[in-house]
């Protein structure tokens, strides 16, 4: 596989996985997430699909530049694609806590193990291809964003 096709497999795969994620919030952001009391900084709903999709592609770039090392580099970018999987499947797993279960602490419990395996990626991809840990810095931020969010949701609403 060359670098172009490793690149939209990833992007492809993390958009998957973000439009997937959306099922479960869909039904929750019109029944119960207008109930919540949210804080004075939360953003318009309409603002999260097109900032997760960016980040999607990021992630998906960044992960594919990594995958394009493995044949110099296998042990190492084996060891960061795993960070990168554990990432996102953790992502996934905080739309379901706080939508699908409707658990503001749950989720928030599971975003600090998020934003510590994000991190953890950032760094090994970073050894691999500054470029790529470069592209999740943003996905970081975001997360950094989100965490207080779900924290101050869980906190007006306990």
Same mark, same amino acid.
């Given at each position: 596989m060359n670098k172009i096709t490793r690149i939209l497999a990833v992007v492809v795969t993390c958009l998957a996985i973000g439009y997937f994620s959306g099922i479960v919030t869909r039904s929750a952001i019109t029944t119960w997430y207008p109930i919540l009391i949210k804080p004075s900084f939360n953003p318009p709903n309409w603002i999260f699909a097109p900032v997760w999709s960016m980040l999607y592609v990021m992630m998906g770039v960044a992960a594919g530049l990594v995958w394009d090392r493995i044949e110099a580099e296998k042990e190492v970018v084996k060891k960061a694609l795993v960070f990168f999987a554990i990432q996102l499947a953790l992502n996934a797993l905080w739309s379901y806590l706080f939508f699908g279960l409707h658990n503001p602490m749950l989720a928030g419990l599971e975003i600090i193990v998020l $934003?510590?395996?994000i991190f953890e990626?950032?760094?090994?991809?970073?050894k691999i291809n500054k470029i790529a840990g470069y592209l999740l810095l943003p996905y970081l931020a $975001? *997360?950094?964003? /989100? /965490? *207080?969010?779900?924290?101050?949701i869980w906190w007006l609403n306990k």
């Open positions: $934003w510590l395996m990626t950032y760094i090994q991809f970073a $975001w *997360v950094s964003f /989100a /965490a *207080v969010l779900n924290g101050s």
